[in-house]
């Protein structure tokens, strides 16, 4: 605990996006060896995909242990404010909207931080917790961060487990216009191409 306490303390000159995924790394770290795997969601998990594209101001945690997860947030020198916990330090924020993955476990992305490892909900399960926001939430914004999402990864993503996991027709109908979007962009890039290409 004391080379994970040293470990957040040399994060104070670094720059918001990495003490938020250093922090996740550290605490990661902290729990997996009792079998509690922390899998990041929400708006860390989008600028991660986004190459830091879209910012965020805390870690959203999906994880089960949250009595165990709590003691080392504590220790940590993590203080609960409301359904947060803050390091005042750091300027960091953790919150654990659930300890469900509205996604599929399989679709994790295991990514390397340094020595250590976070676990970030999958590409399609976060475009379609963008999508369900747009849709539901009439939210501009995850509209505008699930649609650069599907155009970044557009060839790598697995549409068909996207579409079979809409649960209402207005979530298919908002998907077709974005798929549609990002097939005539692509289009475009495509052409400009060519055009430099001569």
Request: charged share 25%.
């Amino acid at each position: 605990m004391q080379k994970a306490k040293e470990a957040l303390e040399q994060l104070h000159d670094k720059s918001k996006f990495e003490k938020l995924i250093q922090t996740a790394a550290i605490i990661t770290e902290l729990l997996l060896p009792h079998n509690i795997r922390p899998i990041i969601v929400g708006g860390l998990s989008v600028e991660i995909y986004t190459l830091n594209g879209y910012t965020t101001q805390d870690i959203d945690f999906v994880l089960n242990g949250y009595d165990l997860a709590s003691e080392v947030f504590a220790s940590l020198g993590f203080v609960k404010l409301g359904k947060n916990w803050v390091h005042a330090d750091l300027g960091v924020s953790v919150e654990i909207p659930s300890n469900f993955l509205a996604g599929d476990y399989d679709k994790i992305t295991e990514l390397s931080i340094a020595d250590r490892t976070v676990y970030v909900i999958g590409l399609e399960d976060i475009i379609l917790d963008r999508l369900r926001a747009a849709v539901h939430w009439k939210s501009g914004e995850s509209r505008e961060w699930g649609y650069r999402m599907l155009l970044m990864y557009f060839e790598e993503l697995d549409l068909d487990y996207i579409q079979g996991r809409f649960e209402h027709s207005l979530e298919e109908n908002e998907f077709n216009l974005w798929i549609n979007e990002a097939i005539q962009e692509k289009a475009l890039i495509a052409d400009k191409e060519k055009g430099t290409d001569h």
